[in-house]
């Protein structure tokens, strides 16, 4: 991964991290307002953005600068030993490409707004859960960290 340029060690950042937390909420924050206006579709698509940019907060907080949305979900995986959040932000990315990539009939409307009610909720688990990774890593798991990928 790290030889195809698709992840990048560079100096751990708390102030990064914190951007992309501030990010993180204003998108789950989108999706809601878009979910209330009815626009489901758009709601899938930003609570997909509120779990990615939460994803790269832990990645930036360990020093880790990921190029794409594959390798992000790789490193959270592998790095973080975190599977289950792997596959959560895997399948809301697929979702988001779904909704963004096609259009909806009325038989769909029910299973559009059940799917933008999940992933509201999946999106505030997944980055309380990123926080709690993010408020976990002490020096020693940093350095860790760090040497995990420069092994890859």
């Not at 030993?81 to 769909?108: F, H, T, W």
């Amino acid at each position: 991964m790290k030889s195809e340029e698709k992840v990048i060690l560079i100096s751990p950042s708390v102030e990064i991290c914190k951007s992309y937390v501030i990010k993180s909420k204003n998108c789950l924050r989108s999706a809601k307002i878009l979910y209330k206006a009815r626009l489901y579709e758009n709601s899938v698509g930003e609570a997909y953005y509120a779990m990615y940019n939460a994803a790269l907060a832990m990645l930036y907080r360990a020093g880790i600068k990921s190029l794409n949305h594959s390798a992000t979900s790789m490193m959270i995986g592998f790095v973080f030993n975190r599977p289950d959040l792997k596959g959560k932000l895997e399948i809301a990315k697929k979702e988001r490409i779904r909704k963004q990539y096609s259009v909806m009939d009325k038989i769909g409307l029910l299973s559009i707004v059940k799917t933008s009610e999940q992933f509201m909720l999946e999106a505030e688990d997944f980055m309380l859960e990123c926080e709690v990774l993010i408020g976990a890593i002490q020096p020693n798991r940093l350095k860790r960290l760090r040497r995990t990928i420069e092994s890859i």
